[in-house]
């Protein structure tokens, strides 16, 4: 039988032409969608079945895509391309029964609002390969009055496992459209737009007729009865059931032994690829922002009598300096933003969640808390969020104070310039130690806090589907990449720009007698004399210079700002007499060699220590104060500036022993 691309039932009714308008709590300012008015759409589904991935290919937006349950923690908004409606992606969920936070909202927008307030139409994403788990959600929305469409992905990965689906009786059975199509490769969202305006145009559906049953097992029975009759009908296996290459992959790659040693070299190889890739741009980049840009720049200003004034440095010395070096780490960015979206559409990262299970369920946690620590890997502050994955609440506070201490993007830019300076063509090796003691230290700080805070907390094995290995797309890829890559910079524009000005003016401004504004020797400076006074703490861990000290604070306000705090320092303090001025590179070099008595390496490893563990940046605590409240967040700060400052004396004092 040939399988219709889209498949409705029999009984469908006559299309009219008026289409509903919408008063949805759910909807959002009308500049978010398509308008006041319009039809609100909504993609429902279980986790990993390419619901966000559909969502991206429909607006044309790059919300964020995984392969693991809780990476869509709230509600992306975007307008659908081809048609006037407003499209919102919902959390993951099974069912409309909630066991987290983010099922829960599902269920607030679908069922529990008013029905004048509720989405025109729902699209179901279901998984062809396992099309029992995803109809279950469909059979809980039959018995409301939704207009549902199913929309059928991964049929191609449902043939290779020997099952095909015949979409029409499959509509038959649901009694709802069925839609085969394939969001990656944006196949089949013709027929998608096509049946939902029609089902938008029918008047919303009566319920499915279900027996009155009082007992909810009796219930789920039911759903679970025609759940299954709807595969039988819709669904032929041919022949005995295939190990899929998948299955004999993962073998391997989810084995107790084998799958962390493929992990750890996997992300060996992504930081050494990132860092011996990247570092030609970056150094080409560095040479233009220090060469003919600032040249430029003071040029232009001679030309306009503005040579050597406050503005040339605020101008050269402050933004180019400071901004132009975070710029230059925009190659490696881009690079380990393309390697991770690469790893994530292949289906690995699933992998990496069911290799780390023992070590959630040792402290304590359910394996689906390394989920938002994942996502803490690329940014904190989304990590924190996806904490409503879990539905204990002792457990989202624990996750929550154990997020900072997973390496961000932010701080990945200050690992790479160290490890370039201190430790060479080792850089890449550096960066992935860096990424080891964060892991290591989530662990240390999480056992501590099971048996002191959170004795009596269990933990439950991990549930996950894992979705079969995909070829990576490189339309997605580069979407994934270039989307990652848009918030990091946009993030981090405004933020550096802000704390570049400051940290200028401060340089500028006279803090001893002597010279007047912007003609201050920056040990001199408002930021010198605070720095000073800051730097004693950190003697012990080798790096009691005030440099190192003023860019560890400037790093509270954001990590991106260390370098160019260090920059500008660099670039307005003037060497000692007969001294020569020396690349920014000698110079911090310089700078660990005096602080640390001639054991430049420790104090670098201390340091990278420090970064790592203490406050990540100011975003991290707003979003942390929002998900467990004050109390926690000062709690974390404080434990975190503990833990990096022990950490960070222990591993000099130590290390300079042996180097």
Known sequence: MTRPDVAAPTRSLPITPKLPTVRAACHGPASEGAGAGVPIVALAGAPNVGKSTLFNALTGLRATTGNWPGTTVDVSRGVWRDADFTLIDLPGAYSLDPLSRDEELTRTLLVDAPVTERPDAVVVVADAAHLARSLYLVAQLRETTHRVVVALTMNDVARKAGIEVDSYALAEALGCPVVVLDPRRRQGLDNLTRSVREALGRPSPEPRPVPHVEDALDRDDERFAWVEAAVRAGTTASGAERVSTSDKVDRVATHPVAGPLVFLAVMWLVFQVTTTVAAPLQDWLDGFFTGPVSDAVRGGLALVGLGGSWVEGLLVDGLIAGVGMLLTFVPLMALMFVLLALLEDSGYMARAAVVTDRLMRMI????????????????????????????????RILVALLVPFTSCTARLTVYVMLGTIFFGRYAGTAVFVMYLASILAVIGVGLLLRKTLWRTMGSE???????????????????????????????????????????????????????????????????????????????????????????????????????????????????????????????????????????????VAAFLWFLMAYTPCVATLAAQKREVGWRWTLFGVAMGLAVAWLGAVTIFQVGRLFW
């Open 364 to 395: 304590g946690l359910p394996g689906k808390a390394f989920l938002p620590l994942v996502v803490g890997f690329g940014c904190n502050v989304p990590a924190i969020a996806a904490t409503r994955i879990l539905g204990d609440a002792r457990q």
């Open 461 to 603: 094995p991990l549930v996950l589907d894992l979705p079969p290995y995909h070829l990576p797309t490189a339309r997605l890829t580069a979407a994934v990449a270039w989307g990652r890559l848009e918030g990091f910079l946009r993030t981090a524009s405004g933020i550096i720009v802000v704390t570049v000005c400051a940290v200028w003016l401060l340089q500028a401004i006279l803090a001893k007698p002597g010279a007047g504004f912007n003609d201050v020797p920056v040990q001199d400076s408002a930021y010198g004399v605070a720095a000073q006074a800051i730097a004693p703490v950190f003697e012990p861990a080798g790096f009691g210079q005030w440099q190192t000290a003023s860019a560890l604070v400037v790093g509270f306000v954001a990590k991106e700002a260390v370098i160019s705090s260090w920059a500008q320092t660099y670039a307005v303090d003037e060497p000692a007499e007969g001294e020569p001025a020396g690349s920014f590179g000698e110079a911090v070099v310089s700078s660990f060699e005096a602080s640390s008595g001639g054991h430049p390496l420790p104090a």
